[in-house]
């Protein structure tokens, strides 16, 4: 050993100590990751056992037009409820980006299911951008042991506003929403309303006296939401069912807060290109067992027919493309929602604006390849037992309600501008 090395001072005790603890809780962190992955990945199997089961049925379903208890049921008997809950609650400790996943693996087997399955995920994510800590957390405890179901009634256009007005100590909620889905269903309803003018969100569980869904969902697409109107009448509400401190009007609303809006539109972006996902693979499925090729293709099998090879490809390549964005678009929300409430008003800007650039993208995907399916399978496939035109009709009938050319509007605004949206529940 060299005189040098004799010389070196040996580490102290405080040296050590703060070494190892270093080394432990960067094993911890790296164990914690590896067990999200692996409830993340197990969370994903059950979405595809529930997507495939949905999908076996889902044109029978769609044609019957009934109120879909039993999928809310197979959704909460395969634990994908309380997905986002901490596991001491009962939950799986995933982040919201991961329970997007969730929706889109749903949505291949039935867009309707997982819209509903969307919104419950964003729905509960409310009260941690609004509540109190301990609503917060008394919410997710909920969550977490009873498997709750939430219904929304949060469409702020159609029917009139719903208004609260206090009566002493509590509140009356008066008003009707002409769309509310998943309101008839719930365990429990997350509502916004007005008080003095100005938004406040309400959380109260189902079956409250004044409250009535009017089951009048009759439209062309998403027919298994249960989104008809709705009508509280008088409703008592009490002040812990408030999301927030007082005083609950007279304050701006947090960058944070106002993150409320794209958790919405996050799930719009994943049912629609999920829709796209499964509706392609459903239809591959049927070209490679029944379909024939054009008679001058000069080929004996579809699946060699050059002209369907081109369009799988066409199909195949822009999904792809729009689903990739659809990932970012979780991470630069996720990213900004692990900021907190520091977050700032640049910042909420451009995760915003990566989800609305997906959500344009994936609406015109989504919709092109919901038509352009039938160029693939031929027409044997717009037989109306098939109930192929099943995904356009969804899909139409969702991305009507919120035009896309408006967010495309808000991309390029903040692009050219630097104008951020401002904050609307639909921005």
Known sequence: MS??????????????????????TTTTAATTADDNAARFTAAL?????????????????DRANRTPRAEVELLRRHDLLAVQEPVAYGGDGLDYAQASQLTRRIARGDT????????????????PLFGTPEQADAQSRRNGAEKLFWGGVQNPRGGSDLVLTRDGDAFRL?????????????????????????????????????????????????????????????????????????????????????LVTPHWQLAFVNFYIGTAEGALEEALDWTRLHAAPWETAGVE??????????????????????????????????????????????????????????????????????????????????????????HWRNLRTHTVHDPVAYKAREVGDWTLNRRAPEFSLYR
């Open 3 to 24: 005189l040098d090395a004799d010389r070196r001072p040996s580490p102290t005790a405080a040296t050590t100590a703060t070494a190892a603890t270093a080394t432990a």
């Open 45 to 61: 199997a059950r979405a595809d056992l529930v997507a495939a089961e949905l999908r076996a049925t889902a044109a029978e379903r």
């Open 112 to 127: 309707s299911i997982a819209h509903l399955l969307g919104y419950h995920y964003a729905q509960t994510r409310i009260a």
């Open 174 to 258: 008066t008003g009707r929403r002409s769309f509310a889905s998943g309101a008839s269903l719930g365990d429990q309803l997350s509502v916004t309303a007005a008080l003095d003018g100005e938004l406040v969100f309400v959380s109260l569980p189902a079956g409250r006296e004044g409250f009535q869904a009017l089951q009048d969902w009759d439209n062309i697409g998403q027919r298994l939401t249960d989104s008809g109107g709705v009508v509280f009448d008088n409703a008592r509400i009490e002040r812990a069912e408030l999301l927030g401190d007082d005083p609950l009007t007279g304050r701006t609303l947090s960058p944070y807060q106002t």
């Open 301 to 390: 099998r579809a699946t060699d027919d050059a002209y369907i090879l081109q369009t799988v490809g066409e199909l195949r390549s822009e999904i792809r493309a729009a689903a990739l964005l659809a990932d970012r678009a979780g991470a630069a929300l996720q990213d900004a929602l692990n900021v907190g409430p520091e977050l700032t008003a640049d910042e909420r800007a451009e995760a915003a604006i990566a989800v609305y650039e997906a959500k344009y993208l994936t609406t015109k995907v989504s919709l092109a390849a919901a038509s352009r399916l039938f160029e693939i399978q031929g027409s044997r496939a717009t037989t109306s037992a098939y109930g192929f035109d099943r």
